[in-house]
């Protein structure tokens, strides 16, 4: 008798056990779907970059030989951009906002955009790595590593055009550049307009890949047209519509032009003179004439494809940056 209890009790112990882990494996599996239903981080940017350092005035003035003209890289209509090596050792880019856009911001929250903007961190996206404000001043500090703009390799320096920028190379940036303006359009969180896309704010590399500046900087001259004539969309002139993701494809759809072309953006005159070209299958008309014609030519046609759909389309149908960056990457010589 006493060993039929016992023996009836384990059963029921381990049937309490077998509903137990049965119940405990549910439990687990409900979980993990929820938890991938609800991930509320899907499309946020994570990021290991840390906030960029403020650094003094005084830091900044002793690593330009107080803004000295030999340091001098290059001017924009932002600012004047430097060259200086910090008492580190490290390299880096200076950008030293023009006076009258740090009047006429002076409201603005400088020093909160760019700490935001420099948590971005992506291989085709030059980092931001400090800053400084000051009274009249504000500053803004990049990564150096011996970069200079696709403007200067393909437009300043013609020797580097055809000893650098070849066919495949060319290709090869485009679909760089395309992907760093994808991650800042699809990868943050709030995305990123960059509002002022052209060759002289994609920089390349010692490797030859192309990294996007001067992002998100459009704050400091919302009405300041210069030097971006020819590469705002016309919703910007007609519609007053300001920059937005589909204004950055169409400005990115005249720097394909002018990757394939060589030929300089001319206030939007290279728009007129290459769609009429392509969309007659003329392409090889348009190619940049110091370059010898690829025995495959498509993929230099899907390549002048891609531009005709970023500069002809109005913003509704004009395609994502992402659609862009998918065909780039796809192309190869």
């Known amino acids: 008798m006493v060993s039929t209890l016992a023996y009836d009790l384990m059963v029921a112990i381990v049937c309490s056990a077998l509903f137990a882990l049965i119940v405990f494996l549910v439990l687990v599996i409900i979980f993990k779907k929820r938890s991938v239903k609800f991930k509320p981080e899907e499309n946020i940017s994570i990021s290991i970059r840390p906030c960029a350092y403020m650094y003094h005035l005084t830091d900044i003035d ?3 030989d107080g ?17 200086a090596v910090l008492a580190t050792g490290d390299a880096v880019i200076v950008k030293r906002i023009h006076p009258h856009l740090v009047l006429s911001n002076a409201g603005s929250s400088f020093s909160s955009v ?8 992506h291989p085709h996206v030059v980092p931001i790595v400090g800053y400084s404000e000051a009274p009249g001043e504000r500053i ?18 013609s020797e580097a055009s055809t000893t650098l920028l070849d066919w495949g190379r060319r290709i090869r940036i485009a679909a760089g550049a395309a992907r760093g303006l994808e991650y800042l359009h ?7 307009v960059h509002g002022s896309i052209k060759p002289s704010n994609i920089l390349i590399d010692l490797n030859l890949d192309a990294r996007i500046s001067d992002y998100g900087l459009s704050f400091l001259a919302p009405q300041d047209w210069g030097g971006l004539v020819g590469y705002l969309d016309p919703e910007y002139w007609i519609e007053k519509g300001g920059v937005c993701k589909a204004s950055d494809v169409y400005a990115f759809g005249v720097v394909l032009l002018e990757l394939l072309s060589g030929r300089s953006c001319d206030e939007g005159m290279i728009v007129q003179w290459a769609l009429p070209l392509i969309k007659k299958s003329r392409v090889v008309e348009v190619l940049d004439p110091i370059l010898v014609k690829p025995l495959d030519m498509k993929p230099l046609a899907r390549l002048a494809k891609v531009a005709s ?4 389309n109005t913003r509704k149908n004009r395609p994502s940056i992402a659609q862009v960056a998918t065909i780039l990457n796809n192309l190869q010589l």
């Open 62 to 64: 002793a690593a330009t």
């Open 140 to 157: 803004i500090m990049m990564e150096l590593m011996g970069m200079k703009s696709l403007d200067f390799h393909l437009h300043q320096n």
């Open 309 to 312: 759909a970023c500069v002809s």
């Open 67 to 83: 803004f000295n003209h030999r340091c001098v890289l290059g001017r924009g209509r932002l600012g004047t951009v430097y060259g």
């Open 186 to 192: 699809e990868g943050t969180a709030p995305s990123v």
């Open 114 to 121: 760019i700490r935001s903007l420099s948590l971005l961190a």
